[in-house]
């Protein structure tokens, strides 16, 4: 990979760095979910530092950036714009709603209900947005990145499946260490740190480094393998729903821009590994099981199934 793009990305996570402390795996994963042009949704207690990655990685680009609060009298129309009667011109004018940015934080989007949650669907799957009967496109690059609370926590909805299945990877953002939590309480002394950043790359810069993903390499044996793993978790008697093959493809597209971020042209099995839990375990069902109660179990059972696969040498 060229010198250039190399040293792109680690200024981009460099940048990041600067006010999200000692979580390096989250930084990684909020580029690789831009660097595939797909999206990520970053889970915790709420005080840990979600919405900081998510205008974290905004303020380090300069694209248009939106911050959408998710509460439960949120409308579709809020997301997407609707038509306004103009009364003077006597027809309808569109307004574009806070989709229409390059990147869109939405806060807390389990807040809202499923119709709601909705409205994203078509603009992170499509990049575009009907309304009327008419479609826009979105602007690219196009980025969301949402967080959500425990499913515990009330006034929360659980986000269903098809939603699920739009974002690349999800994320826990957990607790700072010691260390890094006095570092945070210092960087706070004159205010909010994140808004001093300054952006490290345009969204041309972000368009073409997208681009250049597309050109890591991923041999043969190494699809076979991701392939593998994803039909046992079609056969695995623990699993009522197994990986789609959309989510084959995704975790095929996060291991190209892992490596990609680490500076290599070629996927490595360590990279497909690592992406294994955060691209495919929110696309499975266990048994038994209602989906808010699913995460540590279905992780294990990933990381079970990714072990138990031959690793290509």
Known sequence: MATAFSDQVAALEANMGKVIFGKPEVIR?????????????????????KTLAGKAIAKSIAGKFARLQFTPDL???DITGSNVFNSTESQFVFHQGPVFNNIVLADEIN??????????????????CS???????????FLVVATQNPFEYEGTYVLPESQLDRFLLRVSMGYPDLDFERDVLKSHRDGEPVDQLTPVLSTDDVIQLQQQVRQ???EASLSDYMLDVVHRTRECPDLSVGVSTRGALLWYRAAQSYAFASSRD????DDIKRLAIPVLSH?????????????????GIIDRLVSEAPVPS
Do not use: F, N, W
């Not at 709601?116 to 992170?124: F, I, Y």
């Not at 309304?131 to 690219?140: E, M, Q, S, V």
């Not at 070629?266 to 099995?269: E, R």
């Open 75 to 77: 409308l579709p129309s």
């Open 216 to 218: 890591v390499k991923v």
């Open 131 to 141: 309304i009327d009967g008419k479609t826009y496109d979105l602007p690219r690059p």
């Open 266 to 269: 070629y996927v490595v099995p």
């Open 29 to 49: 994963y909020c580029v690789v979910a831009l660097l595939s042009g797909e999206h990520i949704l970053l889970e915790d207690v709420p005080g840990v530092g």
């Open 283 to 299: 696309r499975v069902l266990a048994r038994g099981l209602v989906q808010g109660s699913q995460r540590e179990v279905v992780e």
């Open 111 to 128: 807040r809202a209900p499923p119709r709601t949650q909705a409205a994203l669907l078509e603009a992170m799957g499509d990049h575009q």
